[in-house]
């Protein structure tokens, strides 16, 4: 079964707009990982939060994590037409499996 | 370095035959991982190999799946009797360890069974 799910499911914008990507889960976790897949084939690493971290910056990513609210969020800054691609969150708890959520599809359009 | 590759790109078979999906982890990495994403939708876990440990099968969905490690090589997916439904990508993931959670992933087999 799925442990998080993304909001929104799809979001369009213009480039040079920023994204963000919301993901709530229902357990406690160790970590929560955002992953991006280009046209439904492998999925390349992004961030990892840990549960004892409120905020995390990679270049244009910045992830917040509120485990009170058991949500994690994904902004992308100053977004660009390459970043189009599904954007996954994925969990950890005690063991060393990632249950991914359902996904964000974004679409930049030039 | 190489990264997690897999084999076949891409399967195409007829309802009622076996395949084998084959996945190759990034050398030392003792944990390895099979996922199945439908069209359209998120991951679903299916097994994890870690070490010498016994295998985490939970997420195999029927006993027509099974999979098979070597040490902490190469690992293949089968499915016996293919039915429609199994028709998906199998994406293969290696990681260093228990402590080390980043999973590197493969470009995926995407399997359609007629």
């Known amino acids: 079964s799925q442990q998080g799910e993304e909001d929104p499911q799809a979001l369009s914008i213009q480039e040079g707009e920023n994204a963000t990507m919301n993901c709530s889960y229902k357990t406690s976790i160790n970590n929560l990982q955002w992953y991006r897949q280009n046209s439904g084939r492998g999925l390349v690493h992004l961030i990892l939060?840990?549960?004892?971290?409120r905020e995390k910056h990679s270049g244009r990513l910045r992830v917040t994590l509120d485990t009170s609210k058991k949500s994690s969020s994904l902004l992308i800054t100053a977004s660009r037409a390459a970043d189009t691609a599904s954007y996954f969150c994925a969990t950890v708890f005690n063991t060393d499996k990632l249950i991914f959520g359902t996904g964000t599809r974004l679409q930049v359009f030039p | 370095g190489a990264g997690v590759s897999q084999s076949p790109s891409n399967k195409v078979t007829e309802k009622g035959k076996d395949v084998e999906l084959r996945c190759d982890p990034i050398?030392?990495?003792?944990?390895l991982y099979w996922y199945r994403q439908r069209l359209g939708q998120g991951l679903e876990f299916l097994i994890y190999f870690q070490g010498n440990s016994a295998p985490d099968k939970s997420g195999l969905p029927s006993d027509r799946f099974s999979a098979e490690r070597t040490g902490e090589s190469v690992s293949t997916l089968t499915i016996q009797r293919t039915q429609q439904e199994d028709s998906a990508v199998y994406l293969c993931?290696?990681?260093?360890?228990?402590?080390?959670?980043?999973?590197?992933f493969g470009p995926g087999t995407r399997l359609l069974v007629l």
């Open positions: 993931a290696s990681s260093l360890g228990r402590f080390q959670e980043t999973q590197y």
């Open positions: 050398s030392g990495h003792t944990a």
């Open positions: 939060i840990r549960s004892n971290e």
